[in-house]
């Protein structure tokens, strides 16, 4: 089972940024997917943004143009930089990965993902 930890969260101002990593260990066969998630407090998880490793990309809506993904092959590392924050993006922010190759629209969608990481905290105020 691959193990994923996030880390860089923290508490920022609205209009900051902050860039969060996720390094995956215990890699037994090639990830080929990953992406980020989060739940905001009182609410349901929500897909954020996803990389497969052909280098497609999909972003929520809420978050197209202020986030952006990345993932480093060479160091099994996923990063998510996040500009522009806004109050509503504070949640606990999870990275995910999954063996299987995921296509642009499946790439938010949280049963596509089969290893999660424990989340790391981003609190935006005013």
């Known amino acids: 089972q691959v193990q994923l930890v996030e880390s860089g969260g923290g508490s920022v101002q609205a209009g900051g940024s902050l860039r969060l990593s996720c390094t995956a260990s215990?890699?037994?066969?090639?990830?080929?997917?990953w992406a980020w998630f989060r739940q905001p407090p009182g609410k349901e998880r929500e897909g954020v943004a996803g990389?497969?490793?052909?280098?497609?990309?999909h972003y929520a809506e809420s978050v197209k143009g202020r986030y952006t993904i990345s993932q480093d092959s060479d160091k099994d590392t996923l990063y998510l930089q996040m500009n522009n924050l806004k109050p509503e993006d504070t949640a606990v922010y999870y990275c995910?990965?999954?063996?299987?190759?995921?296509?642009?629209?499946?790439?938010?969608?949280?049963?596509?993902?089969?290893?999660w990481g424990q989340g790391t905290q981003v609190t935006v105020s005013l």
């Open positions: 995910a990965a999954d063996v299987g190759l995921r296509s642009e629209r499946w790439l938010l969608q949280a049963n596509m993902f089969g290893s």
């Open positions: 215990k890699i037994t066969r090639t990830i080929y997917s």
């Open positions: 990389i497969n490793v052909h280098g497609r990309t």
